[in-house]
Each structure stands twice: as C-alpha cells, then as structure tokens.
C-alpha cells in the first residue's frame, strides 16, 4: 500500500475525519464570502484593495484555530495517544509512518490551496465591483503562496505534534506559544523598534507576512515581490523536520500509546 493510499483510507474511512472534510470544504468558502461581502459593504474597502484584503484573509483564515490546527492537533495527536503508531509502526516502519504524516500535511495544505484559490475567484466574481479584473497569473502565484505558506504552518504544528504527543498539551504549547511571540513581538517592536520575525510562528508565516505580524498591512507575496525572504523559513522547516524526525525515530512507543 502507498503511503498516499494509506493516509486516504484513513482519512475516508474515519467518521471524524470525514466530517471534518465535508465540513471545512463548506464551512471555509463560505467564510472567505461572509468576509467579502462585510469587507465591501461594511468596511467600504476600494476595488483597488478588495483583492488584496481577501488574499490575506483566505490565508489567516486557514491557519487559525478551526482549520489546520484542527486537522494536526486532534488528528496527529490522537494517532500518537491511542496505539495507532505502534500498530503502524509495527506493521511497516518509523519512517513510512513519519514520511505518511509529512505527506498528509502536503495534501492538507494542497486541499486549503485549492479551496482557497476557489474561494477568492468566487469572491471576485459575485463581488459588486463592475470593472474588477484579476489576472489568471494571479490567482497562480497565489495558489503557489497559499499552499508554501499552509505547508509550511502545518510541518512547524506537526513538529510539535510529534514532540510533545498529546493534543491537549500540543494545542496549549500552541496557544500559548502564539501568544507570548505576540506579545513579546509587539513589546521590542514599540519600545526597541526592533521585528522579531524569526519567532518560529512569526518566521513560517513570512511567506504571507513581511514581518510575520498578523497585521493586513503586513500581508505582500513573496513569489512576485521578494523570492530571497523564502530562503530563511525554508532551511528553518527543513532543520524543524529533521531534528523532530531524529528525535521520533528513538521515541519510547510504549509512551506515545499511552
């Protein structure tokens, strides 16, 4: 069995997960349009903006707590608590499982790319703007940004996953983790005018974010602006991965089946 197939089969075949599929596929475009039409007829925001405005949005959307966490915490997490990896583990090998849930973040962040990019044409299309025009190239870079970008959050949130084990604790280390760099951010931003951005929550999201502060003046895409500001979150998610898997592969499985 493939490891893509294996990961589908899992996916299909739990009650939870296939809720949580049918649910976000709904649930996720008609947010990005709920947001569309208040940024038009409640912000007033210009035809010059409105694409832009949703861009950001349709990104800081998939990474809040009700998307991709949800899909790494409770899931990854729950795997990691229930014997779900020792049976697999057992069966085929630490690294077909660790290669399973890299793969199952690539697919999750290609399935937010997707909706994502649907999300903002339908937004473009039903909007009131009479001459709003947005070029297919585009809607192509920003699919590229929003699937780096989701791909990137979801390996840092799956790193965490894998160290600490159990939802309750990942989700809790999560919250507060991006709590603290918020605040700890802003503090040296107002008082020493200097931007942390190498934060680990605020590097990731520098591919959305100039600085990684969760701000929509913030927001630029770097595949069509500044391709050298991809080179820093890239080798940190790549070092992240390794050293996780590192520390995975001379994990006591008797603890993660706990």
């Not at 599929?21 to 709904?26: D, H, Q, S």
């Not at 649930?27 to 925001?45: E, M, Q, R, W």
């Not at 950001?56 to 790494?72: E, H, K, R």
């Not at 399973?100 to 649907?118: E, H, P």
Request: hydrophobic share 55%.
């Amino acid at each position: 069995m493939s490891i893509l197939q294996f990961e589908l089969n899992k996916v299909l075949s739990r009650r939870f997960t296939l809720i949580l599929l049918i649910a976000t596929c709904i649930l996720f475009p008609s947010i990005i349009k709920v947001i569309a039409h208040l940024n038009v007829i409640k912000d007033n925001v210009p035809e010059g903006l409105f694409v832009n405005n949703i861009s950001f949005a349709i990104i800081f959307y998939a990474q809040s707590y009700f998307f991709i966490p949800v899909w790494i915490i409770a899931i990854v997490g729950n795997e990691l608590t229930n014997g779900h990896v020792n049976r697999v583990t057992f069966i085929k090998s630490r690294d077909f499982y660790f290669s399973s849930k890299l793969l199952f973040t690539l697919s999750l962040s290609l399935l937010f790319a997707i909706l994502g990019v649907l999300s903002l044409i339908f937004s473009v299309t039903t909007s009131p703007f009479k001459y709003l025009q947005v070029e297919f190239s585009y809607y192509l870079v920003f699919f590229i940004q929003l699937l780096f970008s989701c791909l990137y959050f979801s390996i840092l949130l799956l790193c965490i996953t894998f160290i600490l084990k159990s939802p309750i604790k990942v989700f809790i280390t999560y919250f507060l983790m991006t709590f603290l760099e918020g605040i700890i951010f802003s503090i040296f931003e107002s008082i020493y005018k200097i931007e942390l951005k190498w934060l680990p929550f605020h590097l990731v999201k520098t591919i959305y974010l100039r600085n990684g502060d969760s701000k929509l003046s913030n927001y630029y895409n770097p595949f069509l602006e500044d391709f050298n500001s991809l080179v820093l979150p890239t080798i940190f998610v790549v070092a992240i991965t390794f050293i996780t898997y590192k520390i995975f592969i001379k994990s006591n499985f008797a603890t993660l089946s706990d």
